[in-house]
């Protein structure tokens, strides 16, 4: 595969932004998370179907082989969307984007105790020292100080968080026998049909402008989907990866310019408790790659 390590992390980068927009738009707009998980989904649809068509992917696309797998793909990750979203409305932009960052780590124990994959010490130590930086995050959204509405929020993201870790056991597992253009198009196609269940519980008639943000919250998802599995096509996961952590970045921008959110010390310590651990793990897994692609270059010498 033709590689370009620049090009991949522009479109990592890119994806990055485009989302923490999305969730912005979303947070703005302020309208029930089941109706934000429709917006985002129905309108993710049609630049997904465009994408998969100028690829000459739409068959493939539409083509399956496990079903029920990506039924319970759809579930996982709608109810982690909604909750996402749910959480977006009562925590600051950065606090929501840090303790989202639990979903990654609980992948790795998820994926150990689920799928059976070896996971060394060191990984583990990682997902501590991570776990260690959710909770300095998380305390202040708890403590006597706190507002129901932050330790609610607080309970939201988290939870949404391990549905998440659980939607991507489902992916590595739907990877096996299923294309990428698949798993994309039938996630949107589920998220939106799962999301209508919730219309008898609040939906609210959108202000023009709110419509406006949840249609564009919905194409920049679309959109951010598209560049996140560009990104890989040009570079290594390990290289790109990364930079997903850059998203603190932009929502700290965002929150304070936007939303008027001052971050707290204990948020940007524990972020950055939990991008290290991140880094250190990705960083831990290259290393180990370059040694096993050595170790089989040599063995055919």
Known sequence: MLQNPLKGIALKLGSVVVFITMASLIKA????????VFFRSFFAIPVIVAWLALRGELATGF???NPWGHGLRGIMGSTAMGLGFAGLLYLPLPDATALGYAAPLLTVVFAALILGEKVRLFRYSMV???LCGVLIVLWPNLGHAASEGAALGAALVLTGAVFSALAQITIRRLVQVEKTAAIVFYFSLTSTTLSLASL????????PAQALMLVGAGL???LGQILLTSSYRWADASVVAPFEYASILFALGIGYFVFSEVPSGAMLSGAALVVLAGVLIIWRERALGIERAKGKGAGTL
């Open 200 to 207: 008898p519980f609040g939906w609210v008639m959108p202000t």
């Open 29 to 36: 707009a302020g309208v029930p998370a089941g109706q934000a």
């Open 63 to 65: 083509k399956v082989v």
């Open 128 to 130: 501590g020292l991570g």
């Open 220 to 222: 920049l998802g679309g």
